[in-house]
């Protein structure tokens, strides 16, 4: 009985052995094939239309600001403008008082006829002289005071010239004592009462932006690429597929002190300086002042194709010669059916005409590959039997 007992045990732990041991087979045959982890990346990346590796953030501005400030020797009489009011070239912008010119003007005037008046006596008394002479006076002594009258009147002549000079400058001041605007814009801000900004310089009278002609505002780290004459692409934030070419005419030397929102497109976070560039763009149809863009340097990517043009590597066919691409769901590997367009046999590309968006994430086709297979990010490099992520 005992010995029955005991083989019973053993067959019952024989085949529990068993039973463990298949399960462990069986799941290491329906997991091992997705324990590999597969690179994936995404469409817009691997098409090239994702360009915010080298992109920065600017601001439609006016072309030209002008400030005005006031001649500190003056005084303002009259401001014919307010903030937001829209000026044409020619309007009056504020008037200096002219009072005290005017005043000056007159006085100098009477300064002038004053001397006028020595001039004439003066002349009358040298004739004076030459009569006495005429009359047998003392030839020497008479001259003598002919000379100092003459030199009377030598410094009288050269008084007027001068008062005359300040006159003619009184005058210029009275004539453009109205200041008038220089270009067609927008006021952007009138200080009456002075004042200085955050940076502690003197605020202006009034400031204009020009309108009309239109040109990006963008920021650049020390670190950036970004240099006069580059050409840049900028492209609008609302649809990037809308963009504009331009020049970059201006690199301050200078970084910012203020705190704009502008950020580069790296993501460092180390702190560095900022320093304002301008763009001057070949159009400016369908942007508005204060819009906010991207502006990224011209390599070429301005002429990629619309719509999605994928490398022919990536597209792979079932046994009925479906397309059909590897696509990442979930972190999981899994096919997808595509529709295939055109074809680009120069750049190896195919258009994906559906199935397939910019911000699905792809892997490169590879027979070995199974649905349900895990997916990343990170590309592995192995060196010397070491995995690196990069």
């Not at 963008?218 to 900028?234: C, K, N, Q």
């Not at 096919?335 to 195919?350: C, I, P, S």
């Amino acid at each position: 009985m005992k010995k029955n007992t005991r083989i019973t045990i053993i067959v019952s732990l024989c085949i529990m052995i068993a039973a463990i041991g298949i399960y462990f087979l069986l799941h290491a045959f329906q997991t091992g094939s997705s324990s590999e982890t597969i690179y994936v990346q995404k469409v817009s990346t691997v098409t090239g239309s994702s360009y915010t590796e080298n992109r920065y953030s600017g601001v439609v501005e006016s072309q030209e600001t002008l400030d005005i400030n006031q001649d500190s020797s003056k005084t303002i009489a009259d401001i014919y403008v307010e903030a937001g009011q829209e000026v044409k070239k020619g309007d009056k912008l504020f008037s200096y008082d002219t009072t005290e010119a005017s005043n000056s003007i007159a006085q100098k005037k009477l300064d002038i006829e004053a001397q006028n008046n020595e001039i004439e006596a003066q002349n009358n008394t040298i004739a004076d002289y030459r009569a006495e002479i005429n009359n047998g006076g003392d030839k020497v002594e008479i001259q003598a005071r002919i000379n100092d009258a003459n030199y009377a009147i030598r410094q009288a002549q050269n008084t007027i010239k001068s008062t005359q000079t300040e006159i003619d400058q009184l005058n210029k001041q009275v004539e453009t004592s109205t200041v008038i605007a220089t270009i067609d814009g927008i006021i952007k801000e009138v200080n009456r009462d002075g004042g200085t900004d955050q940076n502690g310089n003197t605020k202006p009278l009034i400031s204009i932006t020009q309108t009309g002609e239109f040109r990006v505002k963008g920021t650049i780290s020390e670190m950036g690429s970004i240099s006069e004459g580059s050409s840049v692409i900028v492209r609008s934030r609302i649809n990037e597929d809308q963009i504009y070419k331009g020049t970059v005419t201006k690199v301050e030397t200078e970084p910012q002190t203020d705190n704009n929102n502008f950020y580069s497109g790296s993501d460092s976070g180390e702190s560095a300086s900022k320093y304002p560039f301008y763009v001057t763009l070949d159009n400016n149809d369908g942007l508005m002042l204060g819009q906010h863009v991207y502006i990224e340097p011209d390599n070429g990517q301005s002429s990629v194709k619309q719509g999605i043009w994928l490398d022919s590597s990536f597209i792979a066919y079932d046994d009925n010669g479906n397309p059909y691409v590897w696509v990442s769901e979930k972190e999981k590997l899994k096919k997808r059916k595509v529709e295939l367009g055109e074809t680009d046999d120069e750049m190896y590309t195919t258009e994906i005409k559906s199935g397939l968006s910019k911000d699905d994430y792809i892997a490169w086709v590879d027979d070995s590959y199974k649905e349900g297979m895990k997916t990343t990010t990170e590309y592995q490099m192995e060196t010397d039997g070491e995995t690196y992520a990069s």
